[in-house]
């Protein structure tokens, strides 16, 4: 069920058919997809391509070259949808197919635009962005990657290894992050490029996590892989801050729809659970302290959800977006882990099992505090912008 209340009546159809091939076909096989490769858990890759078939996958691509070209407010109505299903599945899905516009930026041919954007609506193309490294998390400027021109044969060399990679192990593309010039900043001497995995990318060590469990995260490795000057991104040296716009702009909006539908799913398991559960000879939900809570579970919901459409609604109409993307970030994604901790709650001891399905919303729950930026780095970058200072100053 949709809830953002000024949806459209094509935003409700697009986002309800994508639920009902979730429900059908992602629900039932969850469990198993949890366990799968010992915990690390799998993709399922028969959702995502019944998903691609039905036209979800790529959405954003223009139709000139052959998408639904939809916008950024009807993208987030249906990852929320998919996501009260299973957050991890709507995350990996959303992103992999989100990377057209930042193949636009390189400088290969139109003809291979136009292969790339078949390759993707088919479900067949699957991207990953890789930045973080080791040592180089919230201070992304850290890493140690470097690209080095090969005037001899007109290429760039890649060497480095990433870390935390989403759809780093199904991936067939990525976007790597480099030092091409360590004489500047990182926002002058980083760059961004396209390199595809049959160039010789490695995955490494596939991890271990605590939830997200259909999102598949892993190590890159790069040794000596060669590109073309024509798969930058942008300009040589643009990297850092398109990289960080990447995750500001779509990444830290629309991601929260991710996140949301964990909060959503929380609260309708625990209505429901609440006015079945009987205690003391009533319902639980008609004890004043179950209620309540439902209650602050539902406003913060709501209050999320309006600050999430609002930083949509900007974006989608090229409005300025500010310190937004910041806001959303960590108020959302903290109101969620809130939510998903009173769920298993009101579940009592029935939540705290896995029989029931809080205790893996409040595993999902946890990461989106952490990835895209910390919530402690939103605050940071809020408060130097409130202060009237450029956020990406301190870097290096
Ligand atoms: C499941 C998962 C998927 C991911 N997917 C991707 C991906 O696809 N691509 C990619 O590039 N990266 C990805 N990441 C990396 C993610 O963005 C980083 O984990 C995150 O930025 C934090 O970096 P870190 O883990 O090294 O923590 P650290 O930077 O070491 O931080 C540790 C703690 O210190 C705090 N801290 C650090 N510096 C400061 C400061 N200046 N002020 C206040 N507090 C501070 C942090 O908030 C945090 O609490 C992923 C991570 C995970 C876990």
């Given at each position: 069920?949709?809830?953002?209340?000024?949806?459209?009546?094509?935003?409700?159809?697009?986002?309800?058919?994508?639920?009902?091939?979730?429900?059908?076909?992602?629900?039932?096989?969850?469990?198993?997809?949890?366990?799968?490769?010992?915990?690390?858990?799998?993709?399922?890759?028969?959702?995502?391509?019944?998903?691609?078939?039905?036209?979800?996958?790529?959405?954003?691509?223009?139709?000139?070259?052959?998408?639904?070209?939809?916008?950024?407010?009807?993208?987030?109505?249906?990852?929320?949808?998919?996501?009260?299903?299973?957050?991890?599945?709507?995350?990996?899905?959303?992103?992999?197919?989100?990377?057209?516009?930042?193949?636009?930026e390189?400088?290969?041919?139109?003809?291979?635009?136009?292969?790339?954007?078949?390759?993707?609506?088919?479900?067949?193309?699957?991207?990953?962005?890789?930045?973080?490294?080791?040592?180089?998390?919230?201070?992304?400027a850290?890493?140690?990657?470097s690209a080095?021109w090969?005037?001899?044969?007109?290429?760039w060399?890649?060497?480095?290894?990433?870390?935390?990679?989403?759809?780093?192990?199904?991936?067939?593309?990525?976007?790597?992050a480099a030092w091409t010039d360590r004489s500047q900043r990182a926002s002058k001497g980083v760059t961004v490029f396209?390199?595809?995995?049959?160039?010789?990318?490695?995955?490494?060590?596939?991890?271990?996590?605590?939830?997200?469990?259909?999102?598949?995260?892993?190590?890159?490795?790069?040794?000596?892989?060669?590109?073309?000057a024509?798969?930058v991104v942008g300009e040589v040296g643009s990297g850092f801050t398109k990289a960080?716009?990447?995750?500001?702009?779509?990444?830290?909006?629309?991601?929260?729809?991710?996140?949301?539908?964990?909060?959503?799913?929380?609260?309708?398991?625990?209505?429901?659970?609440?006015?079945?559960?009987?205690?003391?000879?009533?319902?639980?939900?008609?004890?004043?302290?179950?209620?309540?809570?439902?209650?602050?579970?539902?406003?913060?919901?709501?209050?999320?959800?309006?600050?999430?459409?609002?930083?949509?609604?900007?974006?989608?109409?090229?409005?300025?977006?500010?310190?937004?993307?910041?806001?959303?970030?960590?108020?959302?994604?903290?109101?969620?882990?809130?939510?998903?901790?009173?769920?298993?709650?009101?579940?009592?001891?029935?939540?705290?099992?896995?029989?029931?399905?809080?205790?893996?919303?409040?595993?999902?729950?946890?990461?989106?505090?952490?990835?895209?930026?910390?919530?402690?780095?939103?605050?940071?970058?809020?408060?130097?912008?409130?202060?009237?200072?450029?956020?990406?100053?301190?870097r290096?």
């Amino acid at each position: 069920m949709v809830h953002y209340r000024f949806a459209t009546e094509e935003q409700i159809e697009l986002a309800n058919g994508a639920r009902k091939i979730c429900e059908d076909l992602l629900r039932p096989q969850l469990e198993e997809l949890e366990k799968a490769d010992g915990g690390r858990g799998r993709y399922p890759m028969d959702v995502h391509q019944a998903l691609a078939d039905a036209g979800y996958y790529g959405m954003n691509i223009p139709e000139e070259y052959g998408g639904l070209g939809l916008d950024i407010v009807t993208r987030a109505v249906i990852a929320e949808e998919i996501a009260t299903v299973d957050s991890g599945f709507a995350f990996a899905f959303t992103n992999a197919g989100n990377y057209f516009n930042t193949i636009m930026e390189t400088g290969i041919s139109e003809d291979e635009k136009q292969r790339w954007a078949m390759r993707i609506l088919s479900g067949e193309a699957i991207g990953a962005f890789a930045l973080t490294e080791a040592d180089a998390g919230s201070d992304a400027a850290a890493m140690r990657t470097s690209a080095v021109w090969d005037a001899s044969t007109q290429e760039w060399v890649i060497n480095g290894v990433k870390c935390f990679c989403s759809n780093g192990p199904i991936a067939n593309f990525f976007f790597i992050a480099a030092w091409t010039d360590r004489s500047q900043r990182a926002s002058k001497g980083v760059t961004v490029f396209l390199v595809e995995k049959e160039r010789g990318i490695q995955v490494g060590k596939k991890e271990n996590k605590m939830g997200l469990k259909t999102s598949e995260t892993s190590e890159i490795i790069l040794e000596d892989v060669r590109v073309p000057a024509d798969h930058v991104v942008g300009e040589v040296g643009s990297g850092f801050t398109k990289a960080l716009a990447m995750i500001n702009e779509e990444g830290r909006v629309i991601g929260l729809a991710y996140n949301l539908g964990i909060a959503q799913a929380c609260l309708d398991t625990a209505t429901a659970y609440a006015k079945t559960r009987r205690q003391f000879g009533k319902r639980i939900i008609d004890q004043q302290a179950v209620g309540f809570k439902l209650v602050d579970m539902e406003a913060r919901t709501q209050a999320s959800r309006a600050l999430m459409y609002e930083a949509l609604c900007c974006r989608r109409d090229g409005k300025e977006l500010g310190i937004l993307p910041n806001l959303l970030k960590f108020y959302c994604s903290d109101c969620t882990m809130q939510t998903a901790t009173d769920a298993v709650q009101i579940l009592g001891g029935y939540g705290y099992m896995k029989d029931y399905p809080v205790e893996k919303l409040m595993r999902d729950a946890k990461i989106y505090q952490i990835f895209s930026g910390t919530n402690e780095i939103q605050h940071k970058n809020a408060a130097r912008a409130i202060a009237g200072r450029d956020p990406l100053m301190n870097r290096k």
